[in-house]
């Protein structure tokens, strides 16, 4: 499914997009991560006029999920399904990095079992060194760094190549310059992107559209512009540890079974912290997800 806008899905087939609405005996019943979603993979019939109606939705083979961002209560949201991997754009520089934030996503994507690669943009801003020294932390979690620079042309090849034949949820900030990445990787696809989300954010009442972009070479971006308010769902603060790499292989040595990390004797935690073993800046950012809950955004 390329395309949810209004109750209307685009998907593609192998006659071309469709415009499909679902049974009503398909949606009666379904609430939260049971909603289709951008990137499902659907059963349709046609109908006579050329629009389609859906009446089956595949198992999911994966799913980007969120804290719906509304008033009426806890719900889960799906912002992609089967994605292969999440593509998290910050810039070394104008924004300056929100590392915290960039922590956020990578537990979201530890949890849901999706491959995380970070992309440090700008880095004509600060230089190649600094730029490698502003994101060293994250190289020994194992976690896939392409430094870019559209200026120069830094990294864009080897972008490009990673999202190849790939279905890839590409999200940060704003500012980070995700829409002039997607244009040195397809001239008008960023374009593309921001004129997509900026019309559904015109006028009094927001009409919410998502979308998926086919590239010329093979794969699919969705761009991600909801995931500035990154909720946590269904997420415990017990459960953190198990989603910071570091972390995971140390708290079965803590002294106690319920340590928090923070002041109890024969923490294993706090011991890799003062040995260096673990990036004071990620301890910190782990405390603080502790403290502010799943609900909590950024």
């Given at each position: ?94 924004p300056e990095p929100h590392l915290r934030m960039l922590d956020r996503f990578l ?51 080897q972008l490009h190549a990673l999202l190849e034949d790939k279905l890839s949820a ?129």
């Amino acid at each position: 499914m390329l395309r949810l806008q209004s109750g209307f899905y685009t998907v593609q087939t192998g006659r071309g997009e469709v415009t499909c609405q679902m049974r009503k005996r398909i949606k009666r019943g379904l609430s939260g991560q049971e909603f289709i979603a951008i990137g499902d993979l659907v059963k349709i019939s046609l109908q006579d006029d050329g629009t389609g109606s859906i009446e089956e939705m595949l198992p999911r083979r994966s799913a980007l999920v969120r804290l719906a961002p509304t008033p009426g209560g806890m719900q889960p949201q799906v912002m992609l399904a089967n994605a292969d991997q999440v593509v998290l754009v910050f810039a070394c520089a104008r924004p300056e990095p929100h590392l915290r934030m960039l922590d956020r996503f990578l537990v979201v994507c530890e949890k849901q079992s999706l491959p995380a690669v970070i992309v440090a943009n700008k880095i004509d801003l600060v230089g190649e060194d600094q730029a490698h020294e502003m994101f060293a932390l994250y190289k020994p979690l194992g976690y896939p760094i392409i430094f870019t620079s559209t200026k120069s042309g830094t990294g864009i090849g080897q972008l490009h190549a990673l999202l190849e034949d790939k279905l890839s949820a590409f999200t940060g900030p704003s500012g980070v310059g995700k829409t002039s990445l997607l244009n040195a990787i397809q001239p008008e696809l960023g374009l593309t992107v921001r004129e997509v989300s900026s019309w559904h954010n015109k006028g009094r009442h927001t009409t919410v559209v998502r979308q998926m972009f086919p590239l010329l070479n093979g794969g699919y971006v969705a761009d991600m512009p909801g995931l500035r308010s990154l909720a946590l769902w269904d997420t415990s603060p017990e459960e953190l540890d198990g989603y910071f790499p570091e972390l995971r292989g140390l708290v079965e040595h803590c002294q106690f079974n319920d340590c928090t990390h923070r002041t109890e004797p024969g923490c294993a935690v706090r011991a890799a912290v003062e040995k260096g073993k673990i990036h004071p800046q990620r301890y910190e950012s782990y405390l603080k997800l502790r403290e502010e809950g799943s609900a909590s955004e950024y």
